[in-house]
């Protein structure tokens, strides 16, 4: 695929991982998902295009659809050497073309630095919430309080597939974790638990380790299991061995729209820190 004057679009390829590594590491305007996997590992899945010039990668974005009706921005880097603007219209429009021909999407991206609002503005994305950051530290240790028939122990491999579908459940699509994000996830876990009744999984959290303490990367609950304190019980429990391990620093984030887990978290003793992050949206259609 030829762009302008002596530029060349196409996907990655698995023989541009160190080109693309010295991409991301060097340049002056760089955005990461946040994202389980790191940006290299999505290589081979489409879309990922990079820019190319006389055979030096420039500039490159990479959206793979992941649950399968969502694309994230997970990576966009520009060297510099093609103007920032440019290299997103570049690729932005390659990369959306490539997706309109597979089906309808969301595309998504969170507003990690300044620079990249114009660009998604830019687009036609626009924002309609933000990931609230909350922090609670110096933690005692909170009283476990189990809801009647409900049990916590350690989340195993095998718990995968079905934490998948509570996570499915608990959450519309664009916040949703897929089991391949999930098997992603559950080797970087300090620790992780699942709530249990009636011997079926009906919530779980993972949580994993900063240099700062720790942080709640994901809790979910089964709709029909909600309202019960299981979410509560789930995080209690997590403080009560987060402090038993010395960690003083549990932080986590929700989405500023998800006021039921707002006012639990507030209610277990987490405050905000200021940090609030937009998240931009736009439809992908054929």
């Known amino acids: 695929m030829m762009a302008k004057a002596d530029l060349r679009?196409?996907?990655?390829?698995?023989?541009?991982?160190?080109?693309?590594?010295?991409?991301?590491?060097f340049s002056a305007h760089v955005h990461r998902h946040l994202d389980w996997r790191n940006p290299l590992d999505w290589v081979g899945?489409?879309?990922?295009?990079?820019?190319?010039?006389r055979g030096e990668l420039v500039c490159a974005l990479a959206c793979p659809p992941d649950p399968p009706c969502i694309a994230w921005l997970r990576l966009f880097a520009d060297s510099g050497k093609v103007p920032l603007g440019e290299a997103w219209q570049l690729l932005w429009q390659a990369a959306r073309a490539e997706l309109a021909r597979r089906g309808n999407f969301t595309m998504a991206a969170i507003l990690l630095q300044e620079w990249l609002?114009?660009?998604?503005?830019?687009?036609?994305?626009t924002s309609r919430q933000e990931i609230v950051m909350l922090e609670r530290?110096?933690?005692?240790?909170?009283?476990v309080m189990l809801p009647p028939g409900v049990s916590i122990r350690k989340m195993i491999?095998?718990?995968?597939?079905?934490?998948?579908r509570v996570d499915a459940?608990?959450?519309?699509?664009?916040?949703q974790n897929s089991l391949?994000?999930?098997?992603?996830?559950?080797?970087q876990a300090m620790l992780a638990t699942v709530a249990e009744s009636a011997g079926e999984v009906i919530g779980y959290q993972i949580t994993t380790r900063n240099p700062f303490g720790a942080h709640l990367a994901r809790l979910a609950v089964r709709p029909d299991a909600q309202q019960r304190g299981v979410g509560g019980a789930l995080v209690a429990e997590l403080i009560?061995?987060?402090?038993?391990?010395?960690?003083i620093r549990l932080t986590v984030n929700t989405q500023s729209d998800n006021l039921t887990s707002l006012s639990l978290y507030r209610r277990i003793g987490f405050r905000e820190t200021g940090e609030r992050y937009p998240v931009y949206e736009r439809s992908i259609t054929p």
């Not at 899945?45 to 010039?53: G, K, M, N, Q, T």
Request: no cysteine.
């Open 240 to 247: 009560w061995q987060l402090v038993h391990q010395t960690v």
């Open 137 to 143: 530290d110096q933690m005692p240790s909170a009283e």
């Open 45 to 53: 899945s489409a879309p990922f295009l990079v820019a190319e010039r």
């Open 169 to 175: 459940a608990a959450f519309e699509p664009i916040w």
């Open 157 to 164: 491999a095998a718990d995968l597939p079905v934490v998948a």
């Open 9 to 25: 679009i196409r996907s990655a390829v698995l023989a541009d991982q160190r080109a693309l590594a010295n991409l991301i590491h």
């Open 117 to 125: 609002r114009a660009l998604l503005e830019g687009a036609s994305f």
């Open 180 to 187: 391949l994000a999930l098997q992603g996830a559950f080797p």
